[in-house]
């Protein structure tokens, strides 16, 4: 969308951000982006965002991990097919213990999985609207507008409370 | 309690990773000198043969796998910090959490060399893997010390990716605050965090569930790593309550060392409004418990040994107490369950050099215990004819000196280039509003 500008409020305060995510819900604006140097439960909430889907990524990998680590033990143990003190080959009780292990390297590993593909992890920040200070510690509502409209734009976010407004040239 | 803003925070951290002194240098290198020491001995068991080491019948298993227990002992304290106490939300988790991390994983990297070392022949280590040989011969996971290999290198990838996880709103706020090349360093360190709401969203429920996840893991890894002791029919190793008590002594031990690490890092990079007094002393509490729990299990040990009935495991006991090993085995009691008592004393626990001194006795008595247990027990076994004596040789000396600096090169070169607290951590704690480290 050449044709449109990002600007960027910058909140200290995150309710101040929360109000000027609802004032964006009712102007001609569009809200882009919420960059924060926490978790923002509060601007969660005023979007009505529900939780994170990235556990069945970590479920589905708890389950291959646990059926992987019990065949590993009984396809091992039934190559050498020893018979110790009259005990049958395929023990699964100590065959537990190595199900539990792949249990959680695979949940890990599909929990990572699942944040990467989710979160769209690894990323490039060039070009995109962000502002270095959301890291330290200021909220940062980033929200489009037409070309010429800014400063309504940067008034809209100042009425909030802005501490800082950032306008960047869309480079797309 | 002295109150922290972010800005202060983003600062006490970042200004630790400002260019090293000389005299850091000087440490590094230091360090690396006992390395290549540690390589330099293990090279030479190498061509000369496991021979150079003290192992031998009737004791097997040496300083490599006293070593080897004692480096993954320390390991757990930093997940027992950075999930287990997440879990229970305790505050004061927050400003040592990293530095435990990061302890968690260089301590199992340091454990994971061992037994490559104690299997003499290391170029055929991968025997070991679930992988078959030249002979089309699997392992056979019918040995504790197969799981053994499964869980410790489960653990490590999983505190390592905890580890690593945690960090990247951290690597974002160096790379904000960085230029040239350090920029572009930590640019793809971070892996394009910005803390857009998505990333906060997928990130905070992916946390819990490492901590969820690691939790079960801590306890299993060292319960793992008792039986493969306690499977043993050996006086001294064969018994039900080594699993609980290792687990206890491990998380003692990595207290301890989470300490003696934590007062010359908070000294030296003026970290004493974030690793506050009360900090130290919630972990010193913890050692108490832990210690209490420690002590309990010597006492249960020479109960069930009693109560048995069992002449070889009483004479077994017996002889630890008043043995050869007799030093190492009072060394291993009043370390570890006696001196940690003194930490009921607020004004010892408020000490800074109290708590330091206290932490390396533990870390001593934690060290002698794993010898007693690991040399002891196959030292004085059943038959009496068998019964040997094991000292560690020079070469075994050189190898764990290696080990320990090791340990110490690695995380004063993490500390130096790293956050070495997690920030944002500390910031979500006074964000929700707490105004101190918790």
């Known amino acids: 969308m050449p044709d449109k500008q990002y600007v960027i409020g910058l909140y200290k305060e995150e309710d101040n951000a929360v109000a ?4 964006l ?119 489009t507008c037409d070309y010429g409209r800014e400063e309504k734009l940067s008034a809209l976010f100042t009425k909030n409370g802005a501490d800082d407004i950032k306008v960047e040239k869309n480079k797309n | 309690m002295a109150e922290l803003t972010a800005a202060q925070i983003d600062n006490t951290v970042l200004d630790t990773l400002a260019a090293p002194s000389k005299t850091y240098w000087g440490i590094v290198g230091l360090l690396g000198v006992g390395v ?9 068991q190498i061509v000369v043969g496991i021979g150079v080491g003290g192992q031998n019948n009737p004791v097997a298993w040496g300083t490599y ?4 227990v004692f480096w993954v002992g320390i390991a757990h304290s930093g997940t027992l910090i950075s999930a287990i106490l997440y879990l229970f939300r305790a505050g004061w988790r927050n400003p040592i959490a990293r530095a435990a991390e990061t302890m968690t994983v260089f301590a199992v ?12 022949r290391v170029w055929v280590v991968y025997y070991m893997l679930p992988y078959p040989n030249q002979r089309t011969l699997w392992p056979n996971f019918q040995s504790p010390l197969v799981f ?10 999983v505190s390592a990716m905890f580890w690593y996880t945690g960090m990247l709103p951290d690597l974002a706020i160096i790379r904000d605050r960085a230029t ?10 971070c892996l394009g965090w910005s803390g857009r709401l998505e990333q906060w ?20 890894v060292h319960s793992v790593v008792s039986w493969d002791f306690a499977l043993g029919v050996i006086p001294g190793w064969h018994s039900t309550v080594f699993a609980p008590y290792f687990v206890a002594g491990a998380i003692h031990s990595g207290l301890a060392m989470v300490v003696t690490l934590m007062i010359p890092l908070r000294k030296l990079f003026k970290y004493e409004k974030i690793i506050t007094m009360g900090v130290l002393e919630n972990v010193a509490k913890t050692i108490v418990f832990t210690g209490l729990i420690v002590g309990y299990a010597y006492g249960v040990e020479y109960f069930l040994a009693w109560y048995s009935g069992n002449s070889v495991e009483q004479e077994s006991f017996m002889w630890r107490a008043v043995g050869e090993y007799k030093i190492e085995f009072w060394i291993m009691v009043i370390c570890n369950s006696i001196v940690p008592l003194l930490f009921f004393i607020k004004k010892i626990r408020t000490s800074i050099p109290w708590l330091l001194i206290i932490c390396i006795m533990v870390n001593i008595g934690m060290w002698y215990e794993r010898f007693v247990i690991i040399a002891g027990s196959v030292a004085h076994d059943f038959i009496p004819h068998a019964w040997g004596y094991y000292a560690p040789t020079l070469t075994e000396f050189g190898i764990m000196l290696g080990a320990f600096c090791l340990f110490f090169f690695l995380f004063i070169l993490f500390v130096k280039h790293m956050p070495s607290i997690s920030m944002t951590e500390m910031k979500e704690h006074l964000h929700a509003g707490g105004n101190d480290a918790g």
């Open chain 2, 65 to 68: 796998l006293i070593n080897f």
């Open chain 2, 36 to 44: 290549m020491i540690g390589l330099m001995c293990w090279g030479y």
């Open chain 1, 25 to 143: 819900k009712g102007s001609p604006f569009d809200l882009f982006e919420v960059h924060s140097p926490v978790p923002a439960e509060k601007i969660n909430a005023e979007l009505k965002k529900s939780k994170s889907k990235v556990g069945y990524f970590t479920l589905c990998g708890g389950i291959i991990g646990f059926i992987t680590g019990f065949l590993l033990a009984i396809f091992t143990a039934t190559r050498w097919s020893l018979i110790v003190s009259g005990k049958p080959v395929v023990g699964f009780v100590p065959f537990f213990i190595v199900g539990f292990e792949f249990t959680i390297l695979f949940g890990v590993l599909g929990n990572i999985l699942g944040f990467l593909v989710m979160s769209r992890m690894p990323a490039r920040l060039a070009g995109k609207p962000y502002d270095e200070r959301c890291s330290g510690e200021y909220f940062g509502v980033v929200a």
């Open chain 2, 180 to 189: 040239g090349n350090r920029k572009k360093i930590f640019s793809i360190l």
């Open chain 1, 20 to 23: 000027a995510i609802k004032s």
């Open chain 2, 148 to 157: 053994d290999v499964v869980a410790i290198s489960t653990y490590l990838t």
């Open chain 2, 109 to 120: 990297c340091t454990a994971g060399l061992f037994p490559l070392i104690h299997v003499g």
């Open chain 2, 201 to 220: 969203r997928h990130y905070t429920r992916i946390y819990l569930f490492f901590a969820a996840l690691a939790t079960p893991l801590v306890i299993s």
